[in-house]
């Protein structure tokens, strides 16, 4: 899930939640992944013109397209220059 650190226990550790509450968090996301995903790649096709591959599990798909979403709006230019130059 996070570079380093496995297992839905550790993790809910490691942010200081807990472990239902997580469980809960990971069961809602692992149901709607693929919506997620679509919405994800839609907006990442708008932004780069690229979209990611459709990959099984969902999940995987969806935390795929969610690094493409990053990476493209990290790459888009801003209203005030390239790669957010902001005042």
């Known amino acids: 899930m996070v570079d380093g650190i496995s297992g839905i226990r550790s993790l809910?550790?490691?942010l200081n939640i807990p472990?239902?509450?997580?469980r809960g968090w990971?069961?809602?996301f692992s149901a709607?992944?693929?919506s997620l995903a679509s919405?994800?790649?839609a907006l990442t096709i708008h932004l780069s013109g690229n979209a990611t591959n459709i990959v099984t599990p969902q999940r995987t798909w969806c935390?795929?397209?969610m690094r493409s979403i990053l990476q493209a709006a990290t790459n888009f230019p801003s209203a005030y220059?390239?790669?957010n130059d902001a005042p």
């Open 12 to 14: 809910a550790e490691y």
């Open 19 to 22: 472990y239902t509450t997580f």
């Open 26 to 28: 990971i069961r809602s």
């Open 32 to 34: 709607n992944a693929k």
């Open 39 to 41: 919405g994800f790649d």
């Open 63 to 65: 935390l795929a397209s």
């Open 81 to 83: 220059g390239q790669h």
